[in-house]
């Protein structure tokens, strides 16, 4: 059974830092495309960052220079590091195994059914 399961995210100060977890099991994240997504509203989310199986990564605008997204030495655990957090950065996060693009269908969207595997969602960074 494949599963990813979210953790750390928490209360933090304005200007702090936060890093959210996402481990795998069931899977070998290295062969996927790990990404980190904020829902907006309804089912819908946004990108936040992804770093891919080749090991090249994305980051949404506004978190460039303030957010990195890294994986452990196994490959089984995907953290999202949040400095200079600022109250637009709240929000609940999933951690996505994406099928690597080339696989994926030409013109394919989020959720990518079929072709990914979702994490239940957890609160990221709560103001104080």
């Known amino acids: 059974e494949v599963q990813l399961v979210e953790s750390g995210g928490g209360s933090v100060q304005d200007g702090g830092s936060l890093r959210l977890s996402c481990t795998a099991s069931?899977?070998?994240?290295?062969?996927?495309?790990m990404g980190w997504y904020r829902q907006t509203k309804g089912t819908e989310c946004e990108l936040i960052s992804r770093i891919n199986s080749d090991g090249t990564t994305y980051y949404e605008d506004s978190m460039k220079g303030r957010f990195t997204i890294s994986q452990d030495n196994a490959k089984t655990t995907v953290y999202l590091q949040m400095n200079g957090l600022k109250p637009e950065d709240t929000g609940v996060f999933y951690c996505?195994?994406?099928?690597?693009?080339?696989?994926?269908?030409?013109?394919?969207?989020?959720?990518?059914?079929?072709?990914?595997?979702w994490g239940q969602g957890t609160q990221g960074p709560v103001s104080s």
């Open positions: 069931g899977i070998t994240s290295d062969d996927f495309d």
């Open positions: 996505a195994a994406l099928v690597p693009r080339f696989l994926r269908p030409p013109g394919s969207s989020f959720p990518w059914a079929g072709f990914s595997y």
